[in-house]
C-alpha cells in the first residue's frame, strides 16, 4: 500500500530518519513512527516547513529529479531591506559559486502574510539598527542551501527559512512536528 505522509519539520531536525554520529540534532524518527515512508526531497537542519514522505518510489524520483521542474515555495526572512532590484535578480537567476540559478518567482511579503507561522523553537537574531524583510520564493530546483545562497548572492542573507509549499501541497493545518497522511497528490509531476 502506497503511503504519502505530510510533515512541518522544526528547526534544528535533520531530513533522515537515522542519526549522524556525534550529532545532537533530532531525526524524523523523533516524530514519525510509520516504516517504510522516506523523504521526497531535505530540508537542512536549519530550515523549517513541509515535507513529504512516501513509500512511492516513482512519486519520489518525479518530485526529486530536477527535469520536472516542479515548484517549491520558501518563505525567507532575510537581513536587509528587499528592493525590488533584488527581487528582479533573484527573478533571473543568480551566479552562485559554479552555476547560475534557474530563474525564481520572487516577491516580498507583507508582516501579515507570514503572521501565521508559529515563533520558531530556536529566535532568530534581532539587531535594532538593521532592518529585515520577508521574502517569497518559489523555485523549481532544488540544490543543496539554494534558497540561502540565492538571497546571500544578492545581499539578502537568510535568517530564517520556511517552505510552505511543494506543488499544489501545502502546511495549512500543520504545527512544527505534526504529521497527517494525505491521498496521493494530485497533479504531480508526471513523465514527459
Excluded at 15 to 40: C, K, M, N, W
Excluded at 73 to 99: C, F, M, N, P
Excluded at 108 to 121: F, G, K, Q, T, Y
Excluded at 153 to 176: C, E, F, H, S, Y
Aim: net charge positive.
Amino acid at each position: 500500500m502506497r503511503r504519502y505522509l505530510l510533515f512541518s519539520k522544526p528547526y534544528g531536525v535533520l531530513s533522515q530518519f537515522t542519526p549522524e554520529p556525534g550529532s545532537a540534532h533530532r531525526t524524523l524518527a523523533a516524530f514519525i513512527d510509520v516504516p517504510g515512508v522516506y523523504p521526497v526531497g531535505r530540508l537542512d537542519w536549519d530550515s523549517e516547513g513541509l515535507m513529504l514522505l512516501t513509500n512511492d518510489g516513482d512519486l519520489q524520483h518525479r518530485f526529486t529529479d530536477p527535469r520536472f521542474e516542479h515548484p517549491r515555495t520558501y518563505w525567507a526572512h532575510v537581513e536587509g531591506e528587499a528592493t525590488e532590484a533584488a527581487l528582479a535578480s533573484l527573478r533571473k537567476g543568480v551566479k552562485i559559486q559554479d552555476y547560475t540559478s534557474r530563474p525564481a518567482k520572487a516577491r516580498l511579503l507583507a508582516p501579515s502574510d507570514v503572521a501565521i507561522l508559529p515563533p520558531r523553537e530556536v529566535p532568530i537574531r534581532h539587531r535594532a539598527s538593521i532592518p529585515t524583510s520577508w521574502i517569497e520564493l518559489e523555485l523549481t530546483e532544488g540544490r543543496n542551501r539554494q534558497v540561502r545562497r540565492m538571497t546571500a548572492a544578492v545581499g539578502l542573507p537568510t535568517l530564517r527559512l520556511v517552505r510552505v509549499k511543494i506543488g499544489n501541497l501545502t502546511l495549512d493545518g500543520l504545527a512544527p512536528g505534526e504529521w497527517r497522511e494525505i491521498a496521493a497528490p494530485k497533479g504531480y509531476p508526471k513523465s514527459r
